[in-house]
Every structure is written in structure tokens, then in C-alpha cells.
């Protein structure tokens, strides 16, 4: 009785947490659709629009969209989008507390894989 407890316990802790990951991934997803897709598409062959496509971001250095014409000068030390760069970039930009970076970053993480 007690192992039986014990395992229906796992598995209801193990089902919690596919439920929070499902429910951080739809918040994400939300949070880019709401602000940032009308400017960015997450691949490379979808119609352009105002912003650069982010395919392949994480790890992709500044500003390296073939043919888009960027009108900030990217001058980094690391020219490279990592999770905390992009946590700055929308930081810097006044874009949400920091548990929605994290959430729309986690989204991006998974979305922008080419
Ligand atoms: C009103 C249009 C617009 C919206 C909305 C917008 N962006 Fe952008 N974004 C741009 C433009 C334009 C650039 C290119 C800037 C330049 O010219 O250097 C850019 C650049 C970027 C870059 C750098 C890409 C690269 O190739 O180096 C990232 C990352 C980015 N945006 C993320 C986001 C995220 C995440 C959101 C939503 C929270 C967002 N943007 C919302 C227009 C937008």
C-alpha cells in the first residue's frame, strides 16, 4: 500500500511537471505571437517582414541575417546571441519582468531551432 502511495505520488509529481512545461511553452508562445511576431518570423524562408527572421538565433552572431538591412551597429565583445544577451536585449528594451524573459526565451530556445 505504501509503494503503491509512493508511486502514485511520482506519478502525479511527474504528470505536474509535464503540465507546467506545457504551460510555460503556450506563455511563450502567447508572449511572442503578442509582440513580436508581426516583426519576426522564426524561419528563414517565411515571408520577410520589419525585423530580421530569428531561425537559428541562439548562437547565430548580431546582425547576421543575409541581405536585412540592420541600422544598429552591433559592437560586442562576444557578437553572439546567447540566453543572457537576449535577456538583456529585451531588458534593455523595457520588455517584461524577468520571469516572462525567462518563459519567452525557453519558447524561442525550442522555436527557433532551424
Ligand atoms: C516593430 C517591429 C519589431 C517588434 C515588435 C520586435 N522586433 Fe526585434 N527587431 C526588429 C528590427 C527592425 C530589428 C533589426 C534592428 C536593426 O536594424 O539593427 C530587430 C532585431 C531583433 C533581434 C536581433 C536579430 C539579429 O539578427 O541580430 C532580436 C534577437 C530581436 N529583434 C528579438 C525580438 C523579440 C524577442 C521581440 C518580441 C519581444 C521583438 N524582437 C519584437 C523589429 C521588431
Same mark, same amino acid.
Do not use: Q
Given at each position: 500500500?505504501?509503494?503503491?502511495?509512493?508511486?502514485?505520488?511520482?506519478?502525479?509529481?511527474?504528470? !505536474?511537471?509535464?503540465?507546467?512545461?506545457?504551460?510555460?511553452?503556450?506563455?511563450?508562445?502567447?508572449?511572442?505571437?503578442?509582440?513580436?511576431?508581426?516583426?519576426?518570423? !522564426?524561419?528563414?524562408?517565411?515571408?520577410?517582414?520589419?525585423?530580421?527572421?530569428?531561425?537559428?538565433l541562439f548562437d547565430r552572431r548580431y546582425?547576421?541575417?543575409?541581405?536585412?538591412?540592420?541600422?544598429?551597429?552591433?559592437?560586442k565583445a562576444d557578437p553572439v546571441w546567447t540566453d543572457k544577451e537576449i535577456d538583456n536585449y529585451?531588458?534593455?528594451?523595457?520588455?517584461?519582468?524577468?520571469?516572462?524573459?525567462?518563459?519567452?526565451i525557453?519558447?524561442l530556445k525550442?522555436?527557433t531551432?532551424?
Open positions: 500500500m505504501i509503494v503503491f502511495g509512493l508511486r502514485a505520488t511520482i506519478s502525479i509529481l511527474t504528470l !505536474l511537471t509535464v503540465i507546467g512545461s506545457a504551460n510555460a511553452e503556450i506563455a511563450g508562445r502567447a508572449l511572442f505571437e503578442n509582440d513580436c511576431a508581426a516583426c519576426h518570423t !522564426l524561419k528563414a524562408d517565411a515571408p520577410a517582414k520589419r525585423g530580421p527572421h530569428l531561425e537559428g546582425g547576421a541575417v543575409e541581405g536585412f538591412p540592420y541600422r544598429m551597429v552591433w559592437k529585451l531588458f534593455v528594451h523595457g520588455r517584461y519582468e524577468a520571469p516572462d524573459r525567462a518563459t519567452l525557453e519558447y525550442k522555436a531551432r532551424p
